[in-house]
T-cell receptor, first 115, second 112 residues
Framework: DSGVTQTPKHLITATGQRVTLRCSPRSGDLSVYWYQQSLDQGLQFLIQYYNGEERAKGNILERFSAQQFPDLHSELNLSSLELGDSALYFC??????????????FGPGTRLTVL | GESVGLHLPTLSVQEGDNSIINCAYS??????FIWYKQESGKGPQFIID?????DKRQGQRVTVLLNKTVKHLSLQIAATQPGDSAVYFCAENTSGTYKYIFGTGTRLKVLA
């Protein structure tokens, strides 16, 4: 158990809908990362937050957005869903401190199926 | 552009044999590398890491080798067990940046 929690574990929805995925980082970690993993694909970095502020952005679509709250949990919002958005979405957390090894620890993921 | 890649998508080994999983990276500025293990239906799990000031690091049954000259990283698993069956990812990072680049993964199958 990495200490990172994600809910829900599974999500089935229809095209055009909007969903919210939730992540709670490990105790003490200030940074949260979101990744998308499609079938037979590697992890695609979406976005990173550090202590409530966006720190880095990857290949995140405009239909997707995220935020990190004062209690450090994070939510990833996916809107106008398309079939191609079906994937595993992982959250990872790290200390966020660049002066030392900043290993990312991953949650169990949310499997999103868009029908 | 930057990339981290794995040469073999699937590696099959006999139980008890040693496994070697390879990874190539292209960013010579990368100075921190991690190997992750991802079992079916689970998130990636940290296995071992190495910084660029080292060329070898050992853990429990695992060894990571780093060859900066040819920008190559490998993960060696000793006495491979059925529980080692998973997809293994390498990832690279550059100090001072917050972006990790992950390879596509190698599936390790352990044959009984």
């Amino acid at each position: 158990d990495s200490g990172v929690t994600q809910t829900p574990k599974h999500l089935i929805t229809a095209t055009g809908q909007r969903v919210t995925l939730r992540c709670s980082p490990r105790s003490g970690d200030l940074s949260v990362y979101w990744y998308q993993q499609s079938l037979d694909q590697g992890l695609q970095f979406l976005i990173q937050y550090y202590n409530g502020e966006e720190r880095a952005k990857g290949n995140i679509l405009e239909r997707f957005s995220a935020q990190q709250f004062p209690d450090l949990h994070s939510e990833l919002n996916l809107s106008s869903l398309e079939l191609g958005d079906s994937a595993l979405y992982f959250c990872a957390s790290s200390s966020g401190l660049a002066y030392r090894t900043d290993t990312q620890y991953f949650g169990p993921g949310t499997r999103l199926t868009v029908l | 552009g930057e990339s981290v890649g794995l040469h073999l998508p699937t590696l099959s080994v006999q139980e008890g044999d040693n496994s070697i999983i390879n990874c190539a990276y292209s960013n010579s500025a990368s100075d921190y590398f991690i190997w992750y293990k991802q079992e079916s239906g689970k998130g990636p799990q940290f296995i071992i890491d190495i910084r660029s000031n080292m060329d070898k690091r050992q853990g429990q049954r695992v060894t990571v080798l780093l060859n900066k000259t040819v920008k190559h990283l490998s993960l060696q698993i000793a006495a491979t067990q059925p529980g080692d069956s998973a997809v293994y990812f390498c990832a690279e990072n550059t100090s001072g940046t917050y972006k990790y680049i992950f390879g596509t993964g190698t599936r390790l199958k352990v044959l009984a």
